[in-house]
């Protein structure tokens, strides 16, 4: 039986990694939000892993193929890379209980507000969860973060929660004392 050894910061992307402009597939419409690269560095520098979990209904509705979004993450990497930070995983759900095509038109518990890439990433990467913090722009991934075990959840938005039991921030910024 494995210990869990490491905290992570667990990242939805689009609305928080970057601007969401709707089934962001190509680098010329990806728009990285402010303070995404400080924040990410903070938690490299405080040995946090970071992790990206994103619903990506897009392929599942036919807009863009798998490919795509691992050539756009790919490249989404190497962009934290040249401002000295660091991803470490990536993990995504391309299914879609109504609106998916094919293959893709499932109910997955990987599917935010499921907690299946959380839970997946806590396996491979030996996280410790009860250590660990996501940020996310939907209340789906609060939901997912919560039903994996971690215990802080944070809302990223412009607008005032209307829950006051959920934790929130408006701009990144204000996440990187979390991470100390």
Known sequence: MSTFTRPA???DRDGVIN???GYVYKTEGFEFVPGIFDLVRAANENDYLVIVITNQ???GRGYYTEHDFLSLSDWMCQRFVDHN???DDVFFCPFHPVHGTGKYKIDSQHRKPGPGMIIDAIKKHN???SKSLLIGDKTSDIEAGKAAGIPRNILYTKMPSDESRVESIDSLFEAIPLLG
């Open 9 to 11: 910061l667990f990242l």
């Open 19 to 21: 601007i969401d402009h």
């Open 57 to 59: 209904a897009g392929i």
């Open 85 to 87: 930070a660091k991803i």
């Open 127 to 129: 996280i410790d969860p």
